[in-house]
């Protein structure tokens, strides 16, 4: 297996544009967060999906974060209108969570997000 | 916030020491995870302790987990220059799915 993959690996956009990340996970894994790393905040959980079903989306920031998951083996974030503050590595990792509570989560390799 | 805290934040040694980092958190867990980080990378896993065991080691490894204290911490023996990076804990909440992950230790293992 290729592991999770995300794209772009890094963006710049221009302030108010939309932005698009994208995440593929491991197959036959049924867990998918999205976490943002910053050097302030660390890293923090955004939201995260049991079976493509949003189960906490309480770490994403404003209503200008959304994401989905439309099957299994595809989940987007989007960012709309982005701003400078959003400036960060964002991460996608996903886990079996058939193997029960106690198993590892696989990261993707991240998307560098510059909004200028 | 549930995100837990590391320290020490930064740690430098030298080729051959052992390192250790410690990590406390807030809530009650199923487990608790330690992630390596190579700068610019994603997170990888290293080694999971459940909330019933105390200890657990896994090559130059070793983890142990206090949960009356709400601490774990992570020692590196013989490290390596390669062991250099950062390491952070991971929390699985009880009855949640998810993980949390603390601020961070950032080794340095100079040759």
């Known amino acids: 297996d290729a592991g999770v993959i995300q794209s772009p690996r890094h963006e710049v956009t221009e302030m108010g544009q939309e932005v698009t990340l994208r995440c593929k996970p491991i197959?036959?894994?049924?867990?998918l967060f999205w976490y943002r790393q910053t050097m302030m905040r660390g890293l923090e959980l955004l939201i995260y999906f049991n079976n493509n079903v949003p189960i906490d989306d309480s770490g994403m920031p404003e209503d200008r974060f959304s994401a989905k998951m439309p099957n299994a083996s595809f989940s987007t974030l989007k960012i709309q209108p982005s701003e400078p503050r959003d400036s960060a590595v964002y991460f996608c990792?996903?886990?079996?969570?058939?193997?029960?509570?106690?198993?590892?989560?696989?990261f993707g390799q991240g998307t560098r997000l510059t909004v200028v | 916030s549930q995100q837990g805290e590391e320290d020490p934040q930064a740690l430098s040694i030298q080729e051959g020491e052992n390192a250790t980092m410690n990590c406390s958190y807030k809530?009650?867990?199923?487990?608790l995870q330690w992630y390596r980080q190579n700068s610019g990378r994603g997170l990888v896993h290293l080694i999971l302790?459940?909330?019933?065991?105390r200890e657990k080691h896994s090559g130059r490894l070793r983890v142990t987990l206090d949960t009356s204290k709400k601490s774990s911490s992570l020692l590196i023996t013989a490290s390596r220059a390669a062991d250099t990076a950062s390491y952070f804990c991971a929390t699985a909440p009880t009855g949640f799915q998810k993980l949390v992950f603390g601020t961070g230790t950032r080794l340095l293992v100079s040759p």
């Open positions: 809530t009650s867990i199923n487990n």
């Open positions: 197959s036959g894994h049924n867990s």
């Open positions: 990792a996903s886990r079996d969570q058939d193997r029960g509570m106690n198993t590892e989560a696989f």
């Open positions: 302790i459940r909330s019933n065991e």
